[in-house]
């Protein structure tokens, strides 16, 4: 069982940046999915950013130049925000596929999940 724990969270004016933090302990090895879901108000949970099992990293289109994730090998990865907006306004979840879920992105097929940490970018 591996267990996500994110931190990094907040509030901040849109132009600003976060960075967001996720550390997996437990049972986990090297070449797994890891990377960043988020779930805004009223709308369903999508895919931000991920690294594969081959470190290739997917970002969604609406953060492309603005987010960059990076890591460490499976078991902490990154969420830098720069330039951020209040669409940009969720619930950030940590995601990795050490456990095999139904959530793909990237080609990787998530389900393990943080507990999830809030970001609010005001006007």
């Known amino acids: 069982q591996v267990q996500l724990v994110e931190s990094g969270g907040g509030s901040v004016q849109a132009g600003g940046s976060l960075r967001l933090s996720c550390a997996a302990s437990?049972?986990?090895?090297?070449?797994?999915?890891m990377g960043w879901f988020r779930q805004g108000p009223g709308k369903e949970r999508e895919g931000v950013a991920t690294?594969?099992?081959?470190?290739?990293a997917t970002y969604a289109d609406s953060v492309k130049g603005r987010f960059t994730i990076s890591g460490d090998n499976s078991k902490k990865v990154y969420l830098q925000m720069n330039s951020l907006k209040p669409e940009d306004t969720a619930m950030y979840y940590c995601?990795?596929?050490?456990?095999?879920?139904?959530?793909?992105?990237?080609?990787?097929?998530?389900?393990?999940w943080g507990q999830g940490t809030q970001v609010t970018v005001s006007s």
């Open positions: 995601a990795s596929d050490h456990q095999y879920g139904s959530s793909r992105y990237g080609g990787c097929p998530f389900g393990g």
């Open positions: 690294f594969g099992g081959d470190g290739s």
């Open positions: 437990g049972y986990v090895r090297g070449g797994y999915c």
